[in-house]
């Protein structure tokens, strides 16, 4: 990532121009699925920003990991922790050379973030058994030629339908959904094969 995209998003997190404190419907509605929960619990947030995605998992008892390229959203996410009473662990990374150890974690969130490159890294950085909870743009492809209703205008920034599931073929597809509203969104929770 280049160092005027980081410092674009330090601005925003200085500004307080970020998500709110809630995490995302999806994750929450983890706990109220009959979701095959992995054994273990520690959970990676993937470009976890302000944190209202990694504090909610603490919340709930997860042994959480969030990273970001943005040393601004880490301290917010840092202050969100302490004023709700958790502990998180976060670290600043690039994420375009982002690599994480093997069969660490039982769940890897990706809440509006696409970098095709981290695909074989989250699926090796699962535990077999663990869950993978994805949640990006996806290409409208009734919109006209030409139009994303998506996430901007940078195709690299949007997945193609079916992405997701070609991507993590080997695993078990557990919810596959896309909405169309204003925005394309492609929600995804997939399970690592067991040993």
Not at 63 to 91: H, I, N
Not at 119 to 145: C, H, K, N, W
Not at 159 to 171: I, S
Request: glycine content about 8%; overall charge neutral; some cysteine.
């Amino acid at each position: 990532m280049s160092n005027a995209e980081r410092h674009k998003w330090d601005e925003r997190y200085r500004a307080g121009d970020h998500a709110s404190e809630t995490p995302d419907p999806l994750l929450q509605r983890l706990l109220d699925r009959s979701l095959p929960l992995p054994q273990g619990r520690a959970a990676l947030d993937v470009a976890c920003g302000a944190g209202r995605n990694s504090v909610w998992l603490a919340e709930q008892g997860w042994d959480v990991f969030g990273c970001d390229v943005s040393l601004e959203g880490l301290r917010v996410a840092a202050q969100l922790a302490r004023t709700r009473g958790v502990t998180l662990k976060l670290f600043c990374a690039d994420l375009d050379t982002l690599s994480l150890p093997r069969e660490r974690f039982d769940l890897i969130v990706v809440f509006f973030y696409l970098q095709r490159s981290l695909f074989e890294v989250f699926q090796s950085a699962l535990r077999p058994g663990g869950l993978l909870i994805y949640r990006t743009y996806v290409a409208d492809l009734a919109a006209p030629e030409g139009v994303l209703l998506a996430g901007g205008d940078n195709p690299a920034h949007v997945l193609q339908p079916g992405e997701l599931a070609a991507a993590f073929a080997g695993f078990r597809i557990l919810h596959e959904n896309k909405k169309v509203g204003s925005r394309a969104i492609a929600d995804f929770i997939a399970q690592k094969a067991r040993a």
